[in-house]
């Protein structure tokens, strides 16, 4: 292809060690962000910011409740039609401007983030959603810097594979943008997600009305503005805020509904997938769904495994972020014998992690992400606290005085298919289940049968014949699969991302397979010496 766009690397991870320059500027951002909350979050549709909704909402820091951080309008079916009238609109401009234009605006956008963004997207990131200065730089500054450069480079690349062309025809392949405009629905937990979402469609020529979670609202509006320095023109991506009434009643039946990116609770994509199948025969298009909802994440560990490997494996991988990663480990299988070794170090582990607010430092863990959350994890616990098939190995406090702290817990049972070890909490609750490891490939059986996700899942073993049997029966138990590694922190670029059963659709975000979701092929055949008598050779006489 002739235009090749500067090649992709993952950008490299700032530690924030003590002393360091970009420990003092995000400290200088948290604090900027905190003197001037709460901040003004309005929708922002056709490049122009709208408010006065008559609906509000606000966001508080999940760790401090005394803290309001923005205040922001909920659009209502009106300013969603807005929306999607200025995507249509803007979308003909759009979808036939050169690709190297399109491109130009997302390695715009990723040097800005990379660059004199960067602080204020993780400090707006730690302070909406409770995330350790570490946990932020990994997501909104590293991972959506990667996500912007390696769908650009991606998308260069797509339109390489050609079909043949015998002599006198020239056969091609063109990718257009999608008939329409993509609705892209983003959670909370992820800033990267929340950018990725609208701007993969964006890149391939489609526009976009995009509708973040309220409570990340505050580094999404951040997002918006970085797109607008980077030159994104009006209409391309118009972002509706607020709770969901107005976007389920105006865009999910609207006619002109050509794709969802979606990332969030398996009940809401269900619940999509429903209206627009009930709307079916009126789109223009067959709408493209591409959505990742839960997971029951598994860690399986082999008696040959390593301890010590597996004990930091399950504390990273059930507590970073409060277990509110989609791909966060919540249950696991140990042998027996292993288990009675590993119990009292992980128990003393788990105890020492610290928590409190993400600004300070020191905190391996911040709060889950609001009322709602902690009151589904704190339920959990109590009920499992009081049930005799299950008992408490570390952890089980919840205090939500101040914020929405739940301590990193650890319950062991018996029972594999334990109600803990069945349904999904995201929060940090990780259950265990000792086994009896003669039967390595029973135990496998067991963890594939037990959830209808299949997200993400690990093994640990040292036994190459272990790993391979594990790889071979839980083949689809997870779309992304872990050997001797923690279940959560795929980068792009090297771990495209998705899973599969009521997971999601598997379309790999961070990867062409997904960028091939919000394009239309169309293929051209040019003759150059077209036939001009009708009949076929066989017809003349003997």
């Excluded at 983030?113 to 409770?130: D, H």
């Excluded at 979701?517 to 066989?538: C, G, L, M, Q």
Aim: aromatic residues 8%; charged residues 20%; contains cysteine.
């Amino acid at each position: 292809m002739s235009v090749q766009p500067p090649p992709p690397r993952n950008e490299p991870l700032l530690e924030y060690r003590p002393g360091s320059p970009e420990r003092a500027a995000v400290r200088q951002a948290i604090d900027d962000l905190t003197a001037n909350a709460p901040h003004r979050l309005p929708l922002h549709i056709d490049g122009s910011d709208v408010e006065g909704t008559g609906q509000l909402f606000t966001v508080i820091a999940p760790h401090r409740h005394q803290l309001v951080l923005g205040e922001g309008h909920t659009a209502t079916e009106p300013e969603v039609t807005s929306a999607i009238v200025a995507a249509l609109r803007a979308r003909r401009e759009w979808a036939e401007a050169s690709f190297e234009s399109r491109a130009a605006v997302f390695l715009r956008a990723a040097d800005l983030l990379a660059g004199p963004w960067r602080a204020r997207v993780n400090a707006a990131t730690m302070l909406g959603q409770s995330k350790t200065v570490y946990q932020a730089e990994i997501d909104a500054a590293a991972e959506l810097v990667d996500f912007w450069r390696f769908n650009v480079h991606f998308a260069a690349h797509l339109n390489d594979d050609q079909p043949i062309s015998p002599p006198g025809v020239w056969n091609r392949m063109e990718l257009r943008a999608l008939e329409g405009f993509v609705l892209a629905i983003t959670p909370f937990n992820f800033t990267s997600i929340a950018g990725n979402l609208p701007t993969a469609p964006a890149i391939m020529g489609n526009t976009v009305v995009w509708k973040p979670a309220t409570t990340q609202q505050l580094a999404a509006t951040a997002l918006m503005q970085v797109l607008e320095e980077a030159g994104l023109p009006p209409g391309v991506i118009n972002m509706v805020t607020g709770h969901s009434g107005g976007v389920a009643a105006a865009a999910l039946p609207h006619p002109d509904l050509a794709g969802i990116h979606f990332t969030g609770s398996t009940g809401t994509f269900h619940s999509i997938w429903s209206v627009v199948s009930d709307n079916l025969g009126g789109y223009r298009t067959y709408p493209r769904l591409v959505g990742e909802t839960g997971g029951k994440d598994f860690v399986v560990v082999h008696e040959s495994a390593s301890m010590d490997a597996l004990l930091v494996g399950l504390l990273r991988g059930a507590f970073e972020y409060q277990g509110q990663k989609c791909s966060a480990a919540s249950r696991a299988y140990v042998p027996q014998a292993m288990w009675d070794e590993l119990r009292g170090p992980l128990a003393a582990a788990t105890e020492s992690l610290p928590m409190g607010d993400p600004t300070d430092m020191r905190n391996f863990m911040g709060a889950v992400i609001d009322q709602s959350a902690f009151r589904t994890h704190a339920d959990a616990i109590t009920a499992a606290r009081a049930d005799d098939s299950i008992s408490l190995v570390a952890g089980g406090e919840c205090d939500d005085s101040e914020g929405w702290f739940v301590r990193p817990t650890i319950f062991e049972t018996p029972d594999p298919h334990h109600d803990l070890m069945e349904r999904e909490l995201f929060g940090p609750i990780l259950t265990v289940h000792p086994y009896e490891e003669s039967d390595w490939e029973t135990i496998l059986r067991t963890v594939d049968g037990t959830s209808p996700y299949a997200l993400t899942g690990a093994v640990f073993a040292s036994d190459r014949g272990a790993i391979d049997v594990a790889s071979r029966v839980l083949r689809n138990a997870a779309g992304n699969f872990y050997i001797n590694d923690k279940p959560t922190g795929a980068v792009v670029g090297q771990q495209p991302f998705g899973g599969a059963r009521t997971s999601g659709t598997n379309d790999k975000a961070g990867s062409p397979l997904n960028l091939l979701r919000w394009v239309s092929a169309r293929t051209i055949k040019e003759t150059f010496n077209p036939p001009t008598d009708w009949r076929y050779p066989h017809q003349l006489p003997d």
